[in-house]
């Protein structure tokens, strides 16, 4: 069972405990015993709560218990501290969202919801990030008529058994070249397995397929709403991780696992849909996208800088972000270009409404959550700027065609650490005001905590350390 609709779930009883018990009954009859309750931490780790299938209606009706303080956790479940957010003392509910309520094809006996995390007196808790998502979406569709569809790419790398240790090898789940045939060749029945698991979990899948660096694969699925691209973002990272349990494997979504080699990107896709028409298509501004379109895009292309502290949240982040690798090292965007921070996928012909821009600076230590409410903010922005009194302020520059590193007069080069990106997000009007103090804070002093943790360690000491986290 799986759903589209997100909408305000409170601790309130009534209606939803209702629907809460018919979805009890619903596991049952399908031999589900347990639900796991998932939020995603500023750290980008996703923390779960668990509570037995029958036990859904008070889950949803009074919400389950879970401290505020792990909104400050860092990577390594150290905690550090906000002005707002953390310390030891209060309690959260979480909700399970039923709409997305799925029974784990990879994972007998379980189902899984994303929750939304409320005070105890059922007011939305300020440094909710999927309740941040959905405002900033909300916000599009009430001040200016326009729905996002967004969808995530996800990139893992597969060794066989368990992470090593330091700086010993991986034992690589491929020994084939680059997007080789001989790779799925060679691991037909585990990619067979998780487009079974994630389409039995209504997941549509577009493509599969091996990558670039040893072992790593790269799944696409349909696009969803904003706070759905990020509930499907948890749900194939963590189908992904179970099947790959079953076959004797560990995932790593990780910025790097070898900080010699390519890493594994969280690039995030986006369109403006406004009444069915896509606004990334037959309009007058740059490759045919429509004004509205070439504004949101520069206003996401303005707060690169600042969204990376986001988008790539750790120091692990900064070794994948490189040149010449396709990660989109640089402040520019292009079209078709693998090399640019955001590429515009202009469609053509029978495609047309396929064109979309993609994110490619960020990778999958992301939160998705914040990275989507974060993307929505800025182009916000550039939306606000076109109204007003300055739209050529909201205009894209000229697009960079080839491989920016090797241009004399190139765009400028994005932040090259996590340190760079804090001081443009501590920067950051645009997303100071949407994230809210509470929120903003309580990321300042995560990605300050981490840049801490990691102070002088050599870039194998970061990958090692981070590798087997997410």
């Known amino acids: 069972m799986t759903g589209q609709q997100h909408g305000r779930q409170g601790p309130r009883g009534g209606p939803a405990e209702e629907r809460a018990r018919a979805a009890a009954e619903r596991l049952a009859g399908a031999g589900v015993h347990g639900t796991a309750l998932t939020w995603v931490d500023n750290a980008g780790l996703t923390r779960v709560k668990a ?98 569809r967004m969808g995530f790419e996800t990139e893992w790398v597969a060794v066989r058994g368990p992470l090593p240790e330091a700086d010993a090898a991986p034992a690589y789940a491929t020994s084939g070249p680059a997007y080789g045939m001989a790779r799925l060749v060679e691991n037909s029945e585990y990619l067979r397995d998780i487009v079974t698991a994630l389409r039995t979990q209504g997941v549509e899948v577009l493509q599969i397929h091996p990558e670039y660096a040893p072992g790593q694969f790269e799944v696409s699925v349909a696009p969803s709403d904003p706070v759905g691209a990020a509930d499907l973002a948890v749900l194939v990272r963590e189908t992904v991780r179970a099947v790959s349990l079953r076959h004797g494997l560990t995932a790593s979504f990780a910025p790097v696992v070898d900080p010699d080699g390519v890493g594994n990107g969280g690039h995030v896709h986006l369109s403006l849909w406004r009444e069915g028409r896509n606004l990334c298509a037959g309009g007058e501004g740059p490759f045919r996208m429509t004004r509205e379109c070439e504004a949101f895009l520069a206003g996401v292309l303005r707060e690169l800088p600042a969204l990376l502290a986001l988008g790539a949240p750790s120091p692990a982040s900064y070794l994948r972000l490189r040149p010449s690798r396709w990660a989109g090292a640089f402040q520019c965007w292009g079209l078709e270009n693998r090399e640019a921070a955001l590429r515009f996928v202009a469609g053509t012909g029978a495609a047309a409404d396929s064109a979309n821009a993609e994110v490619k600076c960020v990778d999958a230590a992301a939160n998705p959550y914040l990275l989507v409410g974060g993307v929505l903010a800025a182009g916000l922005a550039g939306l606000e700027l076109a109204a007003g009194t300055d739209p050529a302020a909201a205009r894209l520059p000229e697009p960079v065609f080839g491989d920016p590193a090797h241009q004399d007069r190139g765009p400028g080069r994005l932040p090259g650490s996590l340190g760079e990106a804090l001081a443009h997000f501590e920067r950051s009007g645009t997303l100071r005001s949407a994230m809210g103090e509470p929120l903003f804070g309580a990321v300042r002093a995560v990605r300050a905590g981490e840049i801490e943790l990691f102070e002088g360690a050599s870039e194998r000491e970061i990958a090692a350390a981070t590798r087997g986290r997410y």
């Open 51 to 148: 509570v037995p299938a029958d036990r859904l209606p008070q889950a949803v009706g009074a919400g389950v218990g879970m401290s505020p303080c792990f909104d400050v956790y860092l990577v390594d479940d150290s905690m550090t501290a906000s002005e707002h957010l953390g310390g030891p003392d209060g309690d959260l509910r979480l909700v399970p969202d039923l709409d997305r309520l799925t029974v784990l094809a990879a994972q007998p006996g379980w189902a899984w919801a994303p929750v939304d995390r409320y005070e105890q007196d059922g007011e939305p808790y300020a440094g909710c990030q999927r309740g941040f998502a959905r405002r900033m979406a909300r916000r599009a569709l009430a001040e200016h008529g326009i729905e996002l």
